[in-house]
Nanobody, 125 residues
Framework: QVHLVESGGGSVQAGGSLRLSCAAS????????MGWFRQAPGKEREGVAT???????????YYADSVNGRFTISQGNAKKTLYLQMNSLKPEDTAVYYC???????????????WGQGTQVTVSS
C-alpha cells in the first residue's frame, strides 16, 4: 500500500508560478511510475504529466499538450517525493491536482495507481 500526500496548492494570478509536492510513504519500492492529474469543476479528471523510472534508472516523462513547455515534473531521491513546477499559469489550469503512483504507465495512464487526496490550484485572470 502506498500513501500519497500533496502540498503546495494555492491561488495565483495568471502568468504566475506554483510548485506542487507529493510525499509518498509505505511500500514505495513497488513504484515505477508517478504522475499528476487534475480535475476541474464539472469536468473529468485528466492526466497532466507522468514520470517513469525504468531499467538502469532511465527516466522518461510525458506531458499533456495543454501543459507541455509550461509544467515540469520531477522526482526526489528514492521516488519518495514528486514535484510539479507550474509556470505561466492560466485560468484554465484551475483544478484540484492529484498525485498518483503505480507499477507502470503508458503515456498519461498509470497502472494500479494509488491516489492522494488532492490540492486546490486556483488561477485568476
Amino acid at each position: 500500500q502506498v500513501h500519497l500526500v500533496e502540498s503546495g496548492g494555492g491561488s495565483v494570478q495568471a502568468g504566475g508560478s506554483l510548485r506542487l509536492s507529493c510525499a509518498a510513504s509505505g511500500y514505495t519500492g513497488s513504484i515505477s511510475c508517478m504522475g499528476w492529474f487534475r480535475q476541474a469543476p464539472g469536468k473529468e479528471r485528466e492526466g497532466v504529466a507522468t514520470i517513469y523510472t525504468g531499467t538502469y534508472r532511465s527516466v522518461s516523462t510525458y506531458y499533456a499538450d495543454s501543459v507541455n513547455g509550461r509544467f515540469t515534473i520531477s522526482q526526489g531521491n528514492a521516488k519518495k517525493t514528486l514535484y510539479l513546477q507550474m509556470n505561466s499559469l492560466k485560468p484554465e489550469d484551475t483544478a484540484v491536482y492529484y498525485c498518483a503512483a503505480g507499477q507502470g504507465c503508458s503515456g498519461l495512464k498509470i497502472y494500479g495507481a494509488s491516489w492522494g487526496q488532492g490540492t486546490q490550484v486556483t488561477v485568476s485572470s
